[in-house]
């Protein structure tokens, strides 16, 4: 089976910094794009970064220029450097990848099953 891992998050005072990661552990084939979600209480899930195999990156408009995605293909892992945190940062961070688990070239969508981000003010 094929599982996404998250870790690093926790409490942190506005302007602290958290690194995330996810590993994706598991018989794959290939991992296409990987990303971090987050859904606060009440809220819809957001796009908060999003990283394509290739390396190129994007994210959403309220963390830009805070926070940092990057890859690691050796270690099958995604980060999320957060700096300048803010309280309404505070949410359920989740790993997102699109994992090729057969010999089909086909992408399928795997969760992790999130990690709390909170930032007191």
């Known amino acids: 089976q094929v599982h996404l891992v998250e870790s690093g998050g926790g409490l942190v005072q506005a302007g602290g910094s958290l690194r995330l990661s996810c590993a994706v552990s598991?018989?794959?084939?290939?991992?296409?794009?990987m990303g971090w979600y987050r859904q606060a209480p009440g809220k819809q899930r957001e796009l908060v970064a999003g990283?394509?195999?290739?390396?190129?990156?994007n994210y959403a408009d309220s963390v830009k220029g805070r926070f940092t995605i990057s890859r690691d293909g050796a270690k099958n892992t995604v980060y999320l450097q957060m700096n300048s945190l803010k309280p309404e940062d505070t949410a359920l961070y989740y790993c997102?990848?699109?994992?090729?688990?057969?010999?089909?070239?086909?992408?399928?969508?795997?969760w992790g099953r999130g990690t709390q981000v909170t930032v007191s003010s």
């Open positions: 598991g018989r794959i084939f290939s991992i296409n794009a």
């Open positions: 997102n990848a699109d994992l090729v688990v057969s010999s089909i070239p086909i992408g399928y969508d795997y």
């Open positions: 990283i394509s195999r290739g390396g190129s990156t």
